[in-house]
């Protein structure tokens, strides 16, 4: 559910504002003192933020592939992206990734690359 965020008057804002300047145990922070905070400040819940590097895309696997890789734990997708990062890596081209595959030199549950 999506909270509604209430906005506050002007007045209603010097009030509180008034409010804290005139509490003994509350100052406000400095543009020092923020700097030194915003560093520390944490993320909060929800999904961590990516790498940058990586993009979202959708996939379409095997049941019995993504089951095995999924049967690893967390972290099954960067080892398929390792994986796949490996092969490139092995390879000049992906000329040469699909003549392997054709004559049965690279593993592969098909014998040829369907067209």
């Known amino acids: 559910m999506k909270k509604k965020l209430i906005s506050l008057t002007s007045k209603e ?14 100052h406000p ?6 700097h030194k905070v915003k560093p520390m400040l944490s993320r909060g819940r929800g999904r961590p933020l990516g790498s940058g590097t990586k993009e979202q ?12 890789y999924k049967s690893k734990g967390s972290g099954w997708q960067t080892l398929i992206n390792l994986i796949l990062g490996e092969i490139k890596k092995e390879s000049d081209s992906i000329k040469s990734i699909e003549k392997r595959m054709s004559q049965g030199n690279l593993i592969c549950s098909r014998s040829k690359i369907a067209a």
């Open 13 to 26: 804002d010097l009030a509180i504002t008034k409010s804290a300047k005139s509490d003994p145990d509350s």
């Open 57 to 68: 895309v959708t996939l379409r696997i095997d049941r019995e592939t993504l089951a095995f």
């Open 29 to 34: 922070l400095t543009d020092k003192e923020w």
